[in-house]
Nanobody, 124 residues
Framework: QDQLVESGGGLVQAGGSLRISCAAS????????MGWFRQAPGKEREFVAA????????YYADSVKGRFTISRDNAKNMVYLQMNSLKPEDTAVYYC?????????????????WGQGTQVTVSS
């Protein structure tokens, strides 16, 4: 399985933007759908966005639709999450994950491998 390493998290004011990245190592990257999840303190890990292996299709949680954009660059083995119009409730640790299954799966249990996470904090 691929190894995943997230980066780009940080502190941003409400209404601001941030792009987080996920670097994958391994041979299966372009064949797997990739997703972003997040987990706030005291809450369960929740689905944010996903993208097919080819990058042709994306899927978003209603809470981020229209504000966040997931993308990937298979030549660089990278996945990105562009986050605009950030809100304090977007504060969480953001995780990159990969699955050999459908990109429309929102359950964390259906993803096969995970990164270590990157903290995103949105101040009001």
């Amino acid at each position: 399985q691929d190894q995943l390493v997230e980066s780009g998290g940080g502190l941003v004011q409400a209404g601001g933007s941030l792009r987080i990245s996920c670097a994958a190592s391994g041979r299966t990257f372009s064949r797997n759908a990739m997703g972003w999840f997040r987990q706030a303190p005291g809450k369960e890990r929740e689905f944010v966005a996903a993208i097919t292996g080819s990058g042709s299709r994306t899927y978003y949680a209603d809470s981020v639709k229209g504000r966040f954009t997931i993308s990937r660059d298979n030549a660089k083995n990278m996945v990105y999450l562009q986050m605009n119009s950030l809100k304090p409730e977007d504060t969480a640790v953001y995780y990159c994950a990969g699955t050999s299954g459908s990109y429309r799966v929102v359950s964390p249990g259906q993803y096969n491998y995970w990164g270590q996470g990157t903290q995103v904090t949105v101040s009001s």
